[in-house]
């Protein structure tokens, strides 16, 4: 849980507001059974969805899968930070809160986090100060209306050296502080000054609505045209998406996102309502900003600019968007257009025709690239069957495998041969790394730690039996009672594989005996990813786990060990295919004579069952 102030502190301030009493506040609330239901005020519902269970202090809705405890409620429906939301229940609750001369350590004491919060408010009261005339001049040159100025809250950084810096100062703000923000750059000859000056400002905005540090545009000939803050403790470019913040629900309810490169092209997006809109704001967009946004979106249209730099662009990241298993479609914007200039010349509808008639990366690629002669192809399909490689999920491989074959004329079979033979050689130099990584091999499931790719060994699927086996025990537990006993006796926390629900398992384990009812409300960390909420809140409001236990759990488990055993046989699969290709027969042999093993365990675990 946070640590800004003690943990005993925050449970007491969740335990001293009633969920139900806090919603009802914002929601009519009718009874239905033990729980309470009324419409979801986080989307447009005819049907209430939103379901508050008082005896576990959460809710959840079934329409767009929110949940948590009284906190995230009101993080969420007032669009506030954590610490924001338990200071107005803590008022609420008549509880004093520490104050700063405490020993608490928190990101709202954090100097770095103070000097930005400052810099906020000082380049928000420059544009509407006497000096940010020019700014503001530009602001409605862009076509910026005041309710995305302030949503983004976009300021000024006025001309002059030192103009924050003093005012900084004025506040009792240490020079270190906002050295450690980078919002000021030491001289060669000594001093300081502000990165900033003369720009309009973009803060970049945590999910708590938060500065972690700021973008800039210069007005006039000022180079760069873009400046961003450096990288800080608190601002990590590789893994910020700014807009975000705005745009998660949005694009958590349509399971769609848009990427597009820049500041400008974000906001004249935003302003005309597609608030589903992420960019990757100066940097190539990078895995952990694909994890990113596959945490909230299934498809993602790319919307990057015309030009050539623009289009290399658009490949890269789509590339990197397909291999993480999301949708990619890609806009083709004209030669020196952008999605800011093409929505403010030609409207939002023309946008949506573009967005809707846009390519998936398949057409994208072939269409840009020269497939006259059998060179031509052969360079196209080895470079899409890169990507592929990739790719993790295989039905989703096996579909672009075919759509490469019909694109570029060419046999299937051929195709996945050569995907194939890459596959095996990928596989093969992913071992020799493991080994020289790591000395003696570790098995994990019947494969190496080499083997094992970054979020490879993890459970995707949330459709399929063996998620919804793992889904099915944490709610045996989170249910308490005999078929909670019965789960701990009959199954460890590592056999679940997929990591949310994993995490979750250890924490109950290590936190509560079967007797005792599980704090659900106190499992959910209001700054985490969401994901847990949901799985605790779902499984919780829905009550579909009180049933027979012990039955359940002995099906529940079957099916997790069947699953582990047959996906271990693919593996061993793959393994024998790729010494097959490269001509190793010892490794083949040795995988043959493990599948055998695996094939008897399985054929053990059936007849037990």
């Known amino acids: 849980m946070a640590n800004r102030i003690p943990d005993e502190l925050i449970d007491q301030i969740r335990e001293a507001n009633n969920i139900v009493d806090v919603i009802s506040e914002h929601v009519q609330l009718k009874r239905a059974g033990g729980n309470f239901k009324g419409p979801c005020p986080f989307h447009q519902e005819k049907t209430p969805s939103f379901n508050v269970n008082p005896a576990r202090q959460i809710y959840h809705c079934f329409g767009c899968g929110v949940g948590g405890n009284v906190i995230t409620f009101l993080m969420e429906y007032e669009k506030i930070g954590f610490m924001d939301a338990l200071r107005e229940l803590a008022h609420r609750a008549g509880i004093t809160l520490p104050d700063r001369g405490s020993d608490r350590t928190g990101a709202e004491d954090d100097p770095a986090v103070v000097a930005n919060q400052m810099a906020l408010a000082f380049y928000r009261s420059c544009l509407d100060g006497e000096g940010g005339a020019e700014a503001r001049d530009y602001v409605k040159e862009r076509d910026l209306g005041p309710d995305v100025v302030s949503t983004f809250a976009i300021g000024y950084a006025p001309a002059g050296w030192d103009n924050l810096l003093s005012a900084a100062r004025r506040k009792g703000i240490a020079t270190s502080a906002l050295l450690g ?46 400046l961003n803050s450096p990288e800080t403790r608190l601002y990590r470019k590789g893994y910020y998406l700014y807009g975000l913040s705005q745009a998660r629900q949005a694009i958590r309810l349509s399971r769609e996102a848009i990427l597009v490169e820049g500041y400008m092209d974000l906001l004249s997006l935003y302003q005309v309502g597609f608030h589903n809109v992420v960019a990757s704001a100066g940097t190539a967009l990078t895995n952990e900003q694909g994890r990113t946004i596959a945490k909230y979106a299934d498809k993602v ?8 730099a623009g289009i290399l662009a658009a490949t890269r990241a789509a590339e990197t968007l397909i291999q993480l298993g999301l949708k990619v479609r890609v806009a083709a914007f004209p030669d020196g257009a952008d999605p800011d200039s093409y929505v403010r010349e030609f409207g939002p509808d023309a946008l949506r025709d573009l967005l809707t008639s846009s390519q998936d990366f398949i057409d994208f690629y072939v269409s840009l690239n020269p497939t006259d002669s059998p060179d031509d192809r052969e360079g196209a399909a080895r470079s899409l069957i890169e990507t592929v490689v990739g790719i993790e999920d295989s039905l ?36 020799a790394a493991g080994r020289a990584r790591g000395g003696e ?13 970054h979020g490879e060994a993890a459970d995707r699927d949330t459709t399929g039996a063996h998620y919804a086996a793992q889904k099915g025990l944490l709610g045996l537990l989170l249910a308490g009672g005999e078929g909670a006993e019965y789960v701990r006796s009959h199954i460890s926390a590592s056999e679940f594989t997929n990591p949310d629900i994993r995490t979750l398992v250890e924490r109950i384990l290590a936190g509560s005996t079967s007797e005792s009812q599980v704090d659900i409300a106190a499992l959910i960390d209001p700054e985490d990813d969401s994901v847990p909420a949901v799985l605790l809140t779902e499984l919780t409001v829905s009550e579909s786990s009180q049933r027979d236990g012990s039955r359940l759990c002995d099906d529940y488990i079957g099916v997790i060990r069947k699953t582990q055993i047959e996906g271990r046989i693919r593996d061993v699969d793959k393994e024998i295919r790729a010494a097959e290709l490269t001509g190793d027969e010892r490794r083949a042999t040795e995988a043959v004579v493990r599948r055998q093993e695996l094939a008897q365990e399985l054929s053990a675990l059936s007849s037990d069952r």
């Open 181 to 226: 923000a980078g919002l000021i750059v030491e001289r060669d000859g000594g001093g300081f000054y502000d990165r900033f000056r003369q720009r309009l400002i973009f803060p970049l905005l945590s999910s708590g609505n938060r500065a972690i540090g700021f973008g800039g545009r210069a007005f006039g000939d000022q180079e760069p045209k873009y």
């Open 301 to 308: 249209f790319i919307a990057y600019d015309g030009d050539k």
């Open 396 to 431: 989703k491989a096996e579909l672009m495998l075919e759509k490469i074959a019909t694109a570029l004329s060419l046999r299937p079979a051929v195709v996945a041969r050569v995907y194939e033979r890459r596959r095996a050689e990928r596989q093969l130099r992913g071992r």
């Open 441 to 453: 091999e570790k098995q994990i499931h019947g494969r190496t730690s080499g083997d094992i790719r």
